[in-house]
């Protein structure tokens, strides 16, 4: 049987701390955390490697599904700066494991996923895990849940080619937007960049390399590319 245990010390030690994740509530909580609940059954021996995992496959046109890979996700929710008073979206959060992650972080999460599939067993694990302070709710990426707005932080779980106006405006004053800006639709490696608003308007600024695979629904046109 699989030592989960160790793995998620080996996670944090081999995989978060040598690339510059610091920030001591985000390392408890991805140590804590059961990363192999958020995964398909026959995927749970490859919980805690280093890249990104498949958790839906490609359908009629929609790219397949996957958790970004730890040190991706880690970086970008160290960025964003998750303060314990705060609300969180998290765009495209697929099995749950990144709202679990700002969960532990934040005052109250809204997962946003499109596949219902996907909405419905991120409920289910969340349940099982005790984890109150979260909702998930299905719908479209890129609108985002304007119910819930304004959010002090918006997380996107995977490269888009540009943030649409109908994100970023649903961010609080001084909110922050954390994602991984490609230089069109459907790459994989871009640049993390962190949106902050102030006084009104939100600008980005990019901080590190980074891959993770395209998030659906997100055209490569109007507001932001580099």
């Known amino acids: 049987m699989a030592d989960f245990e160790r793995q998620r010390d080996v996670m944090v030690e081999s995989q978060l701390r040598p690339n510059e994740v610091t920030d001591p509530g985000v390392l408890s909580a991805m140590r804590a955390l059961p990363r192999e609940r958020f995964v398909p059954p026959p995927l749970r021996g490859l919980a805690y490697m280093d890249d990104a995992i498949e958790v839906f496959p490609a359908i009629d046109g929609a790219p397949a599904r996957f958790l970004l890979a730890p040190m991706v ?33 934040g005052r109250f999460v809204t997962g946003l996923e499109p596949e219902p599939e996907l909405a419905s067993a991120a409920r289910a694990t969340l349940r099982a895990l005790d984890i109150a302070n979260v909702e998930i709710i299905t719908g479209a990426l890129a609108g985002g849940h304007e119910t819930g707005a304004p959010y002090d932080v918006i997380l996107l779980n995977g490269s888009v080619p540009v943030v649409p106006e109908s994100l970023l405006s649903q961010l609080r004053e001084g909110g922050r937007l954390a994602t991984v800006l490609t230089r069109r639709a459907n790459l994989s490696q871009g640049k993390a960049y962190l949106f902050v608003k102030v006084r009104g308007e939100a600008s980005g600024v990019p901080h590190f390399d980074a891959g993770a695979r395209p998030l659906p629904g997100f055209a490569p046109e109007p507001c932001f590319t580099f």
């Open 73 to 105: 996700l880690a970086r970008l929710v160290q960025l964003a700066m998750v303060e314990s008073k705060e609300s969180i979206l998290d765009v495209g959060c697929a099995t749950g494991y990144s709202t679990a992650v700002l969960a532990r972080l």
